[in-house]
């Protein structure tokens, strides 16, 4: 009689071992925290390594009779790409099939032999070990308005309690994550109010304790909006320990919060309470819940910075303004942006001592200057704002960002723009945007080793953010590393296929690598996705890299056209015209650039 053939489960890939049937994903040796689907889907393209797995297969593998989006999968494509990293011979282990699926391409080992017992697989109570996070609306983050300085009060009493570490012991800084407020109103169109409360708490959190608590921004949690995921799966998709949810409800000049901290391992609610009160009367309210909570806890929290107008009396139209600019500057079009402005110049109009307001319009501004304005149009008026809100309030880690952002790429004045950046990031070291920031003026000044720490940095705290990691992508390239570039562009696009700069920044680095058939591969793409002129010009100088001259020439005249009516970066025409041959017109390019104080 035969002896019976074990069945293999063991699947080994570099240091990586994988158990099929514990559903445990071991690195050299030590258990690696997987979320459960995107361990799901790293099983089934293993089990069938070298080979192409479509898209439907794995849909329908992995989320059995459950309509899921494609967006979905690529971004548990992405969640494992960030886990495992390079193989040893610069592979990637997944490969992407264009328009078909996803296939393995590490070589495989199996192993029938029965698993040892594995350690539990550690839960994410802070930063998730294995990933390695990378910047929404671009470079926003503001202020916490005194009712959920209410909520914040109580919160950081239940964190502090929970994140106490014995006196020799070295403390660990946990990562919380505040979910979209759910808006109870009845009414759509009050969602930009719920939408705001979420923004202004997540931006007071991370000033809150900064050595202690790191806040995810409000970029990456926003695509949990009416979420079906579990708290502990939210959890670990975005590496926290911890989730602040709740709902408001507003009805004329009275509101009511409900907010609730959730610890995720356990899904174990540590704390939830209801405020329910008049909008004016909300700093009685903060004084009041902080008492009540300090003393049932009889605990006593390091003071957090306070700034000047978090104190004072609340405008509930300027408040009002202030959250429709916000959610006007979250849609990120021309139109919006204009609105968001006007939005906010009524707010301080209404209250002209209020630095969020500013902040928040200087933030404005920069966003018109991207894609829409020339630097010289918008840039004197977000500097004006920059300046007023940091003279009202100097413990506003926004408004330094804000300045910081006028110092760096219209003043050029480098030792000013580090020294804003650097008090922003003393105030709050989870801003993105500072982090950001920083990175850009370290990069500017060729420091690109501490630069791209920096980054790295910014997507630990906006791990899902769409705009940081397009602007990211420059510091990649200007570094001169275009493999990095190349693997950077494709985690962008595996985040959003749609967005057209990946795919232009994707051409230029294969371009730089003599990579002729994917620069022409991904140019198309970008060709078919720009939605600016910036990214077909960007296209065309990797175009006339690679000798597609006449192409280069046609897209470059396109670009020009509708710079007509759109600001287009003129040094990014004058590198076109560099690749193309043209001194002549590069030079006056160059120019122009420096006339536009293009950035």
Request: proline share 6%; net charge negative; charged share 20%.
């Amino acid at each position: 009689m035969g002896v019976p053939l074990k069945a293999k489960h063991l699947y080994g890939f570099g240091s990586y071992q994988l158990d099929a049937v514990e559903r445990v994903l071991l690195r050299d040796g030590q258990p690696v925290t997987v979320p459960p689907k995107d361990l799901e889907t790293l099983l089934v393209l293993v089990e069938r390594a070298g080979h192409i797995v479509e898209k439907e297969e794995l849909l329908d593998r992995v989320w059995p009779g459950v309509f899921i989006e494609e967006g979905n999968l690529a971004r548990h494509i992405f969640n494992l790409r960030q886990v495992l990293g390079d193989s040893p011979d610069g592979r990637k282990y997944i490969e992407t099939i264009p328009r078909r699926g996803y296939r393995f391409v590490a070589a495989v080992r199996e192993d029938g032999e029965p698993a040892t017992p594995h350690p539990p697989v550690p839960q994410a109570s802070g930063p998730a070990p294995t990933t390695v996070p990378v910047p929404l609306s671009q470079k926003r983050s503001f202020w916490l308005w005194p009712l959920a300085l209410s909520v914040l009060a109580a919160t950081a009493i239940l964190i502090g309690r929970h994140f106490q570490h014995p006196r020799n012991a070295s403390p660990q800084k946990a990562l919380l994550a505040v979910l979209p407020f759910v808006n109870l109103s009845g009414d759509a169109h009050e969602d930009y109010f719920a939408d705001g409360l979420t923004e202004e708490m997540i931006a007071q959190l991370g000033q809150l304790q900064p050595t202690q608590l790191g806040v995810i921004a409000r970029t990456s949690t926003a695509r949990y909006k009416d979420t079906k995921e579990t708290v502990a799966q939210i959890g670990r998709e975005l590496g926290v320990g911890y989730l602040l949810e709740g709902s408001v409800r507003r009805g004329g000049d009275r509101v009511r919060v409900t907010a609730q901290l959730i610890q995720t391992a356990e899904q174990t609610h540590l704390w939830a309470e209801t405020y329910e009160r008049p909008l004016t009367d909300v700093l009685s309210i903060q004084r009041e819940i902080a008492e009540k909570i300090t003393h049932s806890l009889s605990i006593q929290l390091l003071p957090a910075a306070t700034s000047v107008s978090a104190n004072s009396h609340l405008n509930l139209e300027s408040y009002d303004k202030y959250l429709l600019g916000l959610h006007e500057l979250g849609e990120d079009t021309r139109e919006s942006v204009n609105r968001a402005i006007q939005y906010f110049q009524e707010a301080t109009a209404l209250d002209p001592k209020d630095a969020h307001l500013y902040a928040a319009l200087a933030a404005a501004y920069d966003a018109a200057t991207t894609y829409y304005s020339s630097p010289t149009e918008v840039m004197p008026r977000a500097k004006e704002a920059a300046l007023e809100a940091v003279a009202l309030d100097p413990n506003l880690a926004s408004a330094h960002v804000r300045l910081g952002y006028v110092r760096l790429f219209y003043d050029w004045d480098w030792p000013a723009a580090e020294q804003q950046y650097r008090r922003a990031l003393e105030i709050n070291p989870s801003l993105p945007e500072a982090q950001l920031g920083y990175a850009n003026y370290l990069a500017t000044l060729g420091h690109f080793d501490e630069a791209l720490s920096r980054v790295q940095q910014a997507y630990l705290f906006d791990p899902l953010a769409l705009e940081s990691r397009k602007e990211a992508l420059w510091i990649y390239y200007f570094s001169g590393r275009m493999p990095e570039t190349v693997e950077q562009a494709q985690k962008t696009i595996e985040m959003e296929p749609t967005a057209g700069l990946p795919h232009a920044m994707l051409a230029m680095a294969y371009a730089q690598m003599g990579k002729r058939p994917e620069t022409l591969q991904a140019a198309e793409n970008a060709i078919r996705l720009a939605n600016s002129p910036s990214i077909l010009t960007t296209t065309a100088a990797a175009l006339a890299h690679v000798g597609q001259s006449r192409e280069a020439k046609q897209l470059l005249s396109k670009a020009l056209e509708q710079a007509k009516e759109r600001y287009v970066c003129r040094f990014l025409v004058a590198d076109t015209y560099v690749e193309l041959g043209d001194t002549e017109k590069a030079f006056e390019s160059l120019e122009q650039g420096f006339l536009q104080r293009s950035t």
